[in-house]
């Protein structure tokens, strides 16, 4: 019959250990099997590093989740506690590339060399139709795991450390090119739009800077055309179809004297055939999309 020597004992195949750890609730030390270890060198060697870090009370459980299982638990856990875009960064993260490629792995067994060959997967041909993905995805990839395994070892105490803390990133080629529109191309632009409905949209986002959010939650009494001014009181997000303002600061843009006439001209020169254009516009749009032009919560 199989005997306990120092705390490895052999069972079947296979070795195991035990080690009793202090109960958190009732400080009572228990004992914690831990099984499946091929030599008995294999099961000694975990048996010390799991009594190192119980004296230093970071032992953990073993636990049977899989990276899969953990992030849909994770992602879940934060939904209301996150903005929904956010969210769903979290979620486009997981679903597209984290999980299809080391979701099945089990959570306590991955480790940063795993991560990091993810890191170069991904930088080399994660993208659609097996391109390259970008550094700048890769990184934020990086943060949603990081940040899911950072909870895995301080809230959920399911990992002794961050393995994502650890691993290694491609070096990135320096900045990513970013295209601008010249002068000429906003010009021709900005022409051929003139006849388009939403002419007065392109026109305040090519002269204001003003981000695509707070154009989506402008309403009419933020315009000031007598004083030529524009307040940017809010900010908007759409994601999966519920939209959601932003906390914002107000600020307020100055119009020159020729955006003013466009702005006053796309307003219907707020004459009253022009005040009733408007509102033709703006109920025509309301019945298009419910609930585009009003304030949400």
């Not at 035990?18 to 008995?40: L, M, N, Y």
């Not at 060697?45 to 073993?62: C, L, P, S």
């Not at 030529?228 to 107000?250: I, K, L, M, Y």
């Not at 025509?284 to 032009?293: C, I, M, S």
């Amino acid at each position: 019959m199989p005997r306990l020597r120092d705390g490895v004992i052999k069972r079947g195949g296979s070795w195991s250990y035990v080690i009793r750890v202090p109960d958190p609730a009732t400080g009572a030390r228990k004992p914690r099997w831990v099984s499946g270890f091929e030599t008995e060198e294999d099961a000694k060697a975990a048996r010390d590093e799991a009594r190192v870090r119980a004296r230093r009370g970071e032992y953990v459980n073993r636990s049977t989740s899989t990276v899969a299982g953990y992030l849909a638990e994770w992602v879940e856990a934060h939904a209301s506690t996150v903005k929904p875009k956010t969210l769903a960064g979290y979620r486009h993260d997981i679903d597209h590339y984290i999980v299809p490629r080391i979701g099945r792995i089990r959570l306590q067994a991955l480790r940063p060399a795993v991560i990091s060959m993810l890191y170069r997967e991904l930088t080399e041909h994660g993208g659609r139709d097996g391109q390259p993905l970008s550094a700048t995805t890769v990184s934020h990839i990086h943060r949603t795991l990081r940040k899911a395994l950072a909870d895995a070892v301080q809230v959920d105490q399911l990992l002794a450390v961050n393995p994502a803390a650890r691993s290694k990133r491609p070096r990135g080629s320096g900045a990513e090119p970013t295209r601008v529109w010249t002068a000429e191309q906003l010009h021709a632009f900005l022409t051929a739009a003139r006849s388009h409905r939403l002419f007065a949209f392109y026109r305040l986002a090519a002269y204001t800077g003003a981000r695509r959010g707070e154009l989506l939650y402008l309403r009419w009494h933020a315009l000031d055309l007598d004083a030529a001014e524009v307040t940017f009181g809010g900010s908007t997000a759409v994601v999966a179809r519920p939209a959601c303002r932003r906390n914002h600061q107000d600020r307020t843009l100055a119009h020159d004297q020729h955006r003013q006439r466009n702005h006053r001209h796309a307003a219907g020169t707020l004459s009253p055939a022009g005040r009733g254009t408007a509102r033709r516009w703006v109920s025509l749009e309301r019945q298009r999309r419910p609930g585009l032009h009003q304030p949400v919560g």
